[in-house]
């Protein structure tokens, strides 16, 4: 088992930044690839980032390319998400999840799931 615990959500306006750390407990000498998704009130959660491992490979959704900047230091089992510029469609529950297979990092089935972390962008 992984557990993660999301933090650095916050209230930001229009054009902020934030930081969100996605940090890892368990069975963290498992390998594991590590995706942030986020949900909308009354929209499906919906695929923001992903990175590998290693960190050596990143994916991006679309609406956040540019923007967003997903990293990871694996020596603190934490996984970083840099929000430049945000946008006031940015203001979500941000989750952080980790999986085990080699499956598409857009792909919602993953094993462990954060708590989440609540980002909310002033216009």
């Known amino acids: 088992q992984v557990q993660l615990v999301e933090s650095g959500g916050g209230l930001v306006q229009a054009g902020g930044s934030l930081r969100l750390s996605c940090v890892a407990s368990g069975h963290t000498s498992r390998t594991y690839r590590t995706g942030w998704f986020r949900q909308a009130p009354g929209k499906q959660r919906e695929f923001v980032a992903f990175?590998?491992?290693?960190?050596?490979?990143?994916k991006y959704a679309d609406s956040v390319k540019g923007r967003f900047t997903v990293s990871r230091d694996n020596a603190k089992n934490t996984v970083y998400l840099q929000m430049n510029n945000l946008k006031p469609e940015d203001t979500a529950v941000y989750y952080c999840?980790?999986?085990?297979?080699?499956?598409?990092?857009?792909?919602?089935?993953?094993?462990?799931w954060g708590q989440g972390t609540q980002v909310t962008v002033s216009s």
């Open positions: 999840a980790a999986r085990l297979d080699y499956k598409s990092g857009d792909d919602p089935n993953y094993d462990f």
């Open positions: 990175i590998s491992w290693s960190g050596g490979f990143t």
